[in-house]
């Protein structure tokens, strides 16, 4: 199993540029998640998947959409990158559905974005 | 909403020395996740604590949640290079999500 993945690993945008982000899962697991990691802030959650055709906001979901494709994939849009939006996402997953106890998430490698 | 806080935010020790780190709620908790991320990787699951006063051991870390079910700690014991990265504590969100502390990060010198 490949467990979380993630793509691409790198990216380099200039502004106004768009882009997705893709993430898959081969656990099986109901919720999936985007955070963002910048340097003292820790993770940051911007959306999420309880389960395939839903999506929540998060807490910083301005400038993002999200699309979660089928139970495996769910993916991250930047419509127009900003220099803010600069910094590294990472993709999780877990087995936890609706009514259900939190459960262990799993990351992805990560995605390095930059945005001139 | 939730948060949970997590001191100190940087620890350097030296190669043999003790590291703790610290997690604290203004409310009562259901369970709390710790999670090492080494540098340059991702984080990854380290442990969950659910009863009040439960203390865990792997290894050379220690885990404990307090009784109040408001804070819990990590202590490594004599730390090597190997334990360079940072620790994170999460907790359970209103909607079932994780919160993620800040994260401590740890540098260990040989």
């Known amino acids: 199993n490949a467990g979380v993945t993630q793509t691409p690993k790198f990216q380099v945008l200039k502004t106004g540029q768009s882009m997705t982000l893709q993430c898959a899962q081969d656990?099986?697991?109901?919720?999936m998640y985007w955070y963002r990691q910048d340097p003292g802030m820790g993770l940051r959650l911007i959306y999420y998947?309880?389960?395939?055709?839903?999506?929540d906001k998060g807490e910083v979901p301005n400038g993002y959409n999200v699309s979660r494709l089928n139970k495996r994939e769910f993916s991250l849009r930047l419509e127009s990158a900003a220099p803010s939006q600069t910094s590294v996402y990472f993709c999780?997953?877990?087995?936890?559905?609706?009514?259900?106890?939190?459960?262990?998430?799993?990351f992805g490698p990560g995605t390095r974005l930059t945005v001139l | 909403g939730q948060q949970v806080m997590q001191i100190p935010q940087y620890q350097h020790v030296q190669e043999g020395e003790d590291f703790t780190t610290y997690c604290n709620s203004s409310?009562?908790?259901?369970?709390i996740q710790w999670y090492k991320q080494r540098p340059g990787g991702h984080p990854v699951f380290l442990i969950q604590?659910?009863?009040?006063?439960e203390v865990k051991k792997q290894k050379r870390l220690t885990f404990q949640f307090g009784e109040a079910k408001k804070n819990s700690s990590l202590h490594i014991t004599a730390t090597q290079t190997t334990d360079v990265g940072t620790y994170f504590c999460?907790?359970?969100?209103?909607?079932?999500?994780?919160?993620f502390g800040k994260g401590t990060k740890l540098s260990v010198k040989p």
């Open positions: 999780a997953s877990s087995s936890l559905g609706r009514g259900t106890r939190t459960d262990t998430q799993y």
């Open positions: 656990m099986n697991h109901n919720s």
């Open positions: 998947s309880a389960s395939e055709g839903t999506t």
């Open positions: 409310t009562t908790l259901s369970n």
């Open positions: 604590l659910v009863k009040s006063g």
């Open positions: 999460a907790v359970r969100g209103s909607q079932g999500n994780l919160i």
